[in-house]
């Protein structure tokens, strides 16, 4: 059924998201390609102003790709008519291209062993989603400071599975007008639908679910939030889409969007012989060969409070690159650069327990 303008308008829609359908029949034309989304959306307003919509139905171009036809996925409220206030989304190609992370194993994490117990329950999800019935893990929590291996614990389920995962930063959700960002919400909803079994990877969750005593909320951040709500709450099937949260500020998360994760998996610092494994680990991968000289080991127990990510970031490279400048093998002069450098420079609380 086609979207059409109606003499008494009733409630303005808040957004509207659309997936481009086609044409009608088979056309030479090549297909239309949403490159300035705030541009579409004051087109599509212009263009389709008044008209009544509800999900299911078509919008059909009239001007620059005549008879071009746009999907209604999602509207809010239900049943309503596009006006001037109105933000218009269109699936975009971030959202149509998902990524599956192969070749990523629960063994490339170093350490987690909690962590990585509890994820063999979505990885069973995530193979067999109809055995769980209504006894499914939707929405998982992983928290723990940054650099820790939340992400690649996502997509170590996503290599494990073949799921896809859809991974969202969530601070880019946060747009100027408001219901932009909540329709985005429903649109990587929608697009997760499709794909299931799949995961939605929401990075940063803490940008937009921080605790209302924390932030003065805006009227966009208010909305993705409670688009976020309606989409974990399942009031609509969701079988085999599994949302991953993640946040390295915990304490500081809204109750309300916390009670929404039926599991919470904390993720760690490295103990001393789990820095040392991360460092031989990558160690071995150097351009340039190590010095027999070099104990990764008393590295290690210098490093106490380091997670993954800075002992890769702040000591390996920094002490590569400066063995790379030198024109030499990497040494332990190299380390006590790099460490030397971290406590001058950007002194971590890691550093310091």
């Not at 408001?178 to 985005?184: I, L, P, Q, T, Y």
């Amino acid at each position: 059924m086609n979207a059409s303008p109606i003499k008494n308008p009733t409630t303005a829609a808040k957004f509207i998201v659309l997936k481009p359908a086609g044409y009608p029949m088979k056309s030479e034309f090549e297909y239309p390609e949403v490159s300035e989304p705030r541009v579409f959306d004051y087109y599509a307003k212009e263009q389709w102003f008044g008209a009544s919509v509800k999900k299911g139905d078509y919008l059909f171009d009239r001007r620059m790709y005549p008879d071009f036809a746009f999907e209604i996925i999602n509207v809010e409220p239900k049943q309503a008519t596009i006006g001037k206030s109105t933000v218009v989304v269109v699936e975009d190609a971030e959202n149509s291209i998902p990524q599956v992370a192969a070749g990523i194993l629960f063994d490339d994490i170093v350490g987690q062993y909690r962590a990585k117990k509890k994820c063999k329950l979505i990885e069973k999800y995530l193979k067999d989603p109809e055995s769980f019935g209504s006894w499914a893990p939707k929405n998982i929590l992983f928290f723990g400071p940054s650099g820790t291996g939340k992400t690649m614990m996502a997509k170590a389920l996503s290599s494990l599975t073949d799921a896809p995962m859809l991974t969202v930063k969530s601070t880019q959700l946060i747009g100027e007008h408001v219901g932009e960002g909540a329709a985005r919400i429903h649109l990587l909803y929608a697009r997760a639908k499709d794909l299931a079994p799949c995961i939605l990877f929401f990075d940063e969750l803490d940008a937009i679910a921080l605790d209302r005593s924390y932030q003065e909320l805006r009227g966009d951040v208010l909305e993705i939030v409670n688009a976020l709500l309606t989409e974990m709450d399942g009031i609509e099937d969701r079988s085999g889409i599994c949302t991953i949260g993640a946040t390295n500020r915990y304490s500081a998360l809204d109750g309300s969007v916390r009670s929404r994760f039926e599991e919470e998996i904390e993720f760690t610092l490295p103990n001393t012989d789990e820095r040392l494994q991360i460092l031989v680990n990558f160690a071995k991968t150097f351009p340039v060969k190590l010095h027999a000289t070099v104990d990764l080991a008393k590295i290690a127990s210098k490093t106490q409070g380091f997670s993954g990510r800075d002992l890769v970031e702040k000591v390996l490279k920094i002490a590569l690159h400066q063995a790379i400048i030198d024109e030499t093998v990497v040494g332990p002069e190299h380390f006590d650069y790099a460490l030397s450098k971290i406590r001058a420079e950007s002194p971590p609380s890691i550093l310091f327990g």
